[in-house]
């Protein structure tokens, strides 16, 4: 036992003596890649049905569901990847076809900050930047197919309604010719 002590304390001035070079620079390359990275996140806004799959799937709530002012999609995701462990699940959960709304996309996994603090992690979320020109467009879309809607329906109901006047307007024929008939 004490040999083994000795032996340590040895190691330990020795490294002191002689401190050793590091091979790698983490900052320009990783240190180690997790062989189950797939990849950073992409969001594709306009494919995305605001389905939730993602968000619910996520096994350590990296994903939060960002609110639109249209009804298709209603929301969209956004990653947090200081959290993430991207597993993929998202993506796997994406049921638009044949292309993924969240995808994970290639790219490394270097995320080396300055300081750590809260306002760097916060640079650590996949962002989805939606032109207004596109939510104005969704819009008029929606507007439009309400217009079609409230179109057909009235289109419809006048119809019901110039069906029922004709049944009704049989019916006192037939009751007109069926007392005559009786007479006879």
Not at 13 to 19: D, H, V
Request: charged content about 40%.
């Amino acid at each position: 036992m004490l040999f083994q002590i000795s032996e340590r304390i040895l190691r330990v001035l020795k490294a002191l003596k002689e401190p050793r070079i590091a091979v790698k620079d983490v900052v320009k390359e990783p240190a180690h890649k997790s062989p189950i990275f797939r990849g950073r996140h992409t969001v594709r806004y306009d494919i995305c049905t605001g389905c939730d799959a993602c968000n619910k799937i996520c096994p350590v709530d990296a994903i939060k569901m960002k609110p639109l002012p249209i009804k298709r999609p209603n929301k969209v995701p956004e990653v947090n990847l200081a959290i993430c462990i991207f597993c993929g699940l998202c993506e796997d959960v994406c049921p638009t076809k044949p292309e993924k709304a969240i995808k994970l996309a290639g790219g490394d996994i270097e995320m080396v900050t300055h300081d750590g603090t809260h306002e760097t992690l916060e640079n650590f979320w996949v962002r989805v930047n939606i032109p207004e020109e596109w939510i104005e467009q969704k819009k008029k879309e929606e507007e439009e197919k309400a217009r079609k809607k409230a179109e057909m329906m009235a289109k419809k109901k006048a119809e019901a309604e110039a069906k029922k006047k004709a049944e009704e307007e049989a019916q006192k024929k037939q009751e007109i010719k069926s007392p005559k008939g009786e007479e006879k």
